[in-house]
């Protein structure tokens, strides 16, 4: 946000700057309900592929990916359609709004592929892919976004800070995409060295199992787990005796 900062100041002077803080404060409207479904969606996915649930898996995945498009979509239209009403919520002076007008429209370009891009990198956090995980959330905001900040307003002005936002947005949206659906059709395969493949039938059966003996250590005798559990004590005082 620095680096943006300084670019923003250089080519645009204090309006642009004043206008990337509207875009900032719209985006994070529509960005967190994302973040909420980021997180719910987290312990759904890792608690059925444990289970080794793939098909729910990918159908939570898919309805996440879904709303979030939905979502990030909605908030593009507005800024096509309505600009100025959004605007007028965080300033009233003309020469901002105008600035900001044609600013926002740039740099929300490819809103829509924000938040699928940030519901797909839930899946390596919940199946205990950490570092894949790490290296997709920082693609967009560190090697992509700093490069782009630094390149293209040397030729483009300020048009090229504005620019950056989206096509960081279309580069990191295209190599997380091709990662998540590589490892996505790997379900049941070779995803993790442990993961076998089995059906439903099989899934389920295993599922009963072991609901079938988490009852009956619920529902066995306490004193003689505990007889058991205190018998070599109980040996060791008789013989210091």
Not at 76 to 97: K, N, Y
Not at 205 to 219: L, R
Request: charged share 15%; with cysteine.
């Amino acid at each position: 946000m620095v680096i943006a900062n300084q670019q923003i100041r250089r080519h645009g002077g204090d309006a642009a700057l004043g206008a990337m803080g509207i875009i900032t404060s719209f985006g994070m409207l529509f960005l967190m309900p994302i973040f909420g479904l980021n997180q719910g969606a987290q312990p759904i996915v890792g608690y059925n592929f444990g289970a080794r649930r793939y098909d729910r898996v990918r159908e939570t995945l898919k309805y996440t990916v879904s709303i979030a498009a939905i979502v990030c979509t909605a908030g593009w239209l507005l800024v096509q359609i309505a600009p100025g009403l959004i605007i007028r919520l965080f300033t009233r002076s003309a020469e901002l709004e105008e600035v900001t007008r044609n600013a926002m429209r740039l740099f929300v370009l490819l809103m829509p592929v924000v938040g699928p891009q940030i519901l797909c990198t839930v899946f390596f956090q919940a199946i205990g892919q950490a570092k894949k995980a790490l290296m997709l959330s920082m693609l967009r905001q560190v090697f992509l976004l700093i490069p782009m900040y630094l390149i293209l307003p040397r030729h483009l002005g300020l048009t090229g800070v504005w620019l950056a936002g989206p096509a960081t947005d279309c580069l990191s949206f295209g190599i997380t995409f091709w990662v998540f659906l590589t490892n996505i059709r790997r379900l049941g395969s070779d995803i993790l060295p442990e993961t076998e493949k089995s059906g439903p039938a099989e899934q389920d059966k295993a599922i009963d199992e072991f609901t079938q003996d988490v009852a009956a250590v619920q529902t066995a005798p306490l004193p003689s787990q505990s007889a058991r559990l205190f018998a070599p004590k109980a040996e060791e005082i008789g013989e210091d005796e």
